[in-house]
């Protein structure tokens, strides 16, 4: 079992940043990738970035390529996602996720375990 918990949500002006980090527990040694989806209110939830955590490659969503940076901190078993430049319809509930196993990492039925969620409000 993995247990994800996130944190760094909150309430940021359009053009602001925000990073959100999620730390993980439990058997991480098992862990293939982490990632970040996504989800608006009436909105099916969304790929937003992943990391492979032990060559560190990453992949992103084109909507946030260039503005978002995962990364990850092994010592700490936790991925941080930097979030700069963000906009309105940035504004939803961000889920860390983990995989232990190789598969297509855009797609939520390749992870098994899921943080709580946290929120991001962009302003106008």
């Known amino acids: 079992q993995v247990q994800l918990v996130e944190s760094g949500g909150g309430l940021v002006q359009a053009g602001g940043s925000l990073r959100l980090s999620c730390a993980a527990s439990g058997r991480t040694l098992n862990i293939y990738a982490m990632g970040w989806f996504r989800q608006a209110p009436g909105k099916e939830r969304e790929f937003v970035a992943a990391i492979i955590w032990r060559s560190g490659n990453t992949a992103y969503a084109d909507s946030v390529l260039g503005r978002f940076t995962i990364s990850r901190d092994s010592a700490k078993n936790t991925v941080h996602l930097q979030m700069n430049s963000l906009k309105p319809e940035d504004t939803a509930a961000y889920y860390c996720?983990?995989?232990?196993?190789?598969?297509?990492?855009?797609?939520?039925?390749?992870?098994?375990?899921w943080g709580q969620g946290a929120q991001v409000t962009v302003s106008s």
């Open positions: 996720a983990a995989t232990t196993f190789s598969a297509i990492l855009s797609t939520t039925s390749t992870y098994r375990y």
